[in-house]
């Protein structure tokens, strides 16, 4: 009964915000109106198997707005990706660093804390390096809601005061075109969705990193590319960004709220660290490449890959681009990020 009511609220919240034209609103008024519930009655329910219906639908998504010109223009994003990875990585050792002085967590967990990865994945590894896995899930889980809050309306906002064009919702580019043929729709929409899952449970299953949406979203890009079929409507898109919200906002409770408050000044610090460190690696992005200032900022907001593919999809950047990013920078932290700190501890024992 609670996960219904949990999922009505998420779509209630999600509309409202979609109505009152927030930037990535399906996701983030779903998220705010769940975490409400969550926080004031402690009853929101939410299944974390929903949290793999909403990574394949987000790869399918993607991957069925990819096409030959998008992967003849791969190459133009390696250097952005080493750029990207590099600092975010040399950045989260920073934030650790300095959340462990100005607060009682110790290094191990603070470096675990603010690694700019997955909240699940930085809080498995942590419990193998001895350190408080609670917290670093807590840390986590404020750093990536914040993120996902605060960076569209805060990028949003830069473009239009730099007078940059690229700040129109692109919902209906690409293979998003108006289609009379409602049983074509049915029949393109089905198939891409059952490729999309086919292949996305392929990656859920091996274990990969970040596995069910890169499959899935690499397996809907092939598709299109050799038949140009494709195709997920706006509606089923909106769907996804509302379970994906509710997902996020179940998880806060209200001894969640209460711990952080101790931890608050240090955590304004490390967010506030976070934004001016997109900004850096956005202008970087496009100085040494050749993307637009609206595909670099989501590619170097540091949420998650899901939650920001498919905000910069809606938000006017190149979703395909930020999603290959964004899964070099999650791959490649959760690789090499804990092999760093291991070599860290070590030097300072």
């Known amino acids: 009964m609670f996960i219904a009511i949990t999922i009505l609220i998420g779509i209630i919240g999600g509309l409202t915000a979609v109505r009152l034209k927030m930037p990535a609103g399906a996701i983030i008024g779903s998220l705010f109106s769940v975490a409400l519930f969550s926080i004031f009655t402690g009853k929101a329910e939410f299944p974390q198997s929903f949290k793999l219906v909403t990574q394949i639908g987000t790869g399918a998504y993607i991957g069925s707005r990819i096409c030959s010109k998008d992967v003849a223009e791969i190459k133009s994003i390696i250097k952005p990706a080493i750029i990207l990875t590099f600092l975010m990585c040399f950045f989260g050792i920073f934030a650790g660093t300095l959340l462990s002085i100005i607060s009682d967590i110790d290094l191990t967990t603070a470096l675990f804390a603010t690694a700019p990865a997955g909240l699940a994945d930085m809080t498995l590894i942590s419990v193998d390096f001895g350190a408080d896995s609670s917290r670093v899930a807590a840390v986590q889980f404020v750093r990536l809601v914040s993120v996902i809050a605060i960076m569209p309306n805060l990028i949003k906002y830069y473009l239009s005061k730099s007078n940059n064009a690229q700040i129109e919702d692109k919902t209906l580019e690409k293979n998003e075109e108006y289609c009379a043929d409602h049983n074509e729709i049915f029949k393109r929409t089905l198939m891409t969705m059952a490729v999309g899952f086919a292949f996305g449970s392929v990656g859920y299953v091996t274990g990969f990193p970040a596995g069910s949406i890169s499959f899935s979203m690499i397996a809907c890009a092939v598709y299109n590319i050799r038949t140009s079929k494709a195709y997920m409507p706006v509606s089923l898109r909106r769907g996804i960004q509302y379970l994906g919200g509710a997902l996020i906002g179940a998880r806060i409770t209200m ?3 209460i711990g952080m408050r ?6 304004i610090v490390i967010i506030t660290g976070y934004i001016l460190l997109t900004f850096v690696l956005g202008f970087l992005m496009i100085k040494f490449s050749t993307l637009d200032i609206t595909t670099a900022l989501y590619s170097s907001t540091a949420g998650g890959l899901t ?9 006017g950047a190149d979703a395909p681009k930020v999603a290959v990013l964004q899964f070099a920078r999650v791959v490649s932290i959760i690789a090499f ?5 291991k070599l860290l501890l070590h030097i300072l024992a």
């Open 255 to 257: 001894e969640q709220v």
């Open 307 to 315: 939650d920001m593919a498919i905000i910069a999809s809606e938000m």
């Open 337 to 341: 990020y804990p092999i760093v700190i």
């Open 262 to 267: 101790v931890l608050l000044p240090a955590l």
